[in-house]
Nanobody, 120 residues
Framework: QVQLVESGGGLVQPGGSLRLSCAAS????????MGWYRQLPGKQRELVAI???????NYPDSVKGRFTISRDNAKNTVYLQMNSLKTEDTAVYYC??????????????WGQGTQVSVSS
C-alpha cells in the first residue's frame, strides 16, 4: 500500500518560515522523483519544487531563492524548507512521487495535502 503523508503546515506571518515533510511508504523511495505542488485558492495545482532520484532540483521563478527541496533516502522522506513566506504562498501543498525506473515510469502518487496560510 503506497502512502505519502505530509506534515508541517500551519499559519505563519509574512516573512516567516515553515518546513514541510512528506514521509513515503510502499515504494522504493530512492528510485522515485519527488516533488511538491500547491493549489492556490481558485487556481489549478502548480509545481513548487522537484528533486529527482539523483538529487537534482528544479524550481519555478515564483519560489526560487526562497524554497529548498531536499530528500533523505534513509528516512524515505522529502522536505520543503520555505523561507521569506509571502501571503501569495497561501495554498494547500501536496507531496508527489513519480517513478524514475523503466518499471515504474507510469507510477504516480499524491499525498493528502497540508494547508499553509501566510497572514498577519
Amino acid at each position: 500500500q503506497v502512502q505519502l503523508v505530509e506534515s508541517g503546515g500551519g499559519l505563519v506571518q509574512p516573512g516567516g518560515s515553515l518546513r514541510l515533510s512528506c514521509a513515503a511508504s510502499g515504494i522504493t523511495f530512492s528510485t522515485y522523483n519527488m516533488g511538491w505542488y500547491r493549489q492556490l485558492p481558485g487556481k489549478q495545482r502548480e509545481l513548487v519544487a522537484i528533486i529527482n532520484s539523483g538529487g537534482i532540483t528544479n524550481y519555478p521563478d515564483s519560489v526560487k531563492g526562497r524554497f529548498t527541496i531536499s530528500r533523505d533516502n534513509a528516512k524515505n522522506t522529502v522536505y520543503l524548507q520555505m523561507n521569506s513566506l509571502k501571503t501569495e504562498d497561501t495554498a494547500v501543498y501536496y507531496c508527489n512521487a513519480n517513478g524514475a525506473t523503466r518499471a515504474s515510469l507510469r507510477n504516480t502518487y499524491w499525498g493528502q495535502g497540508t494547508q499553509v496560510s501566510v497572514s498577519s
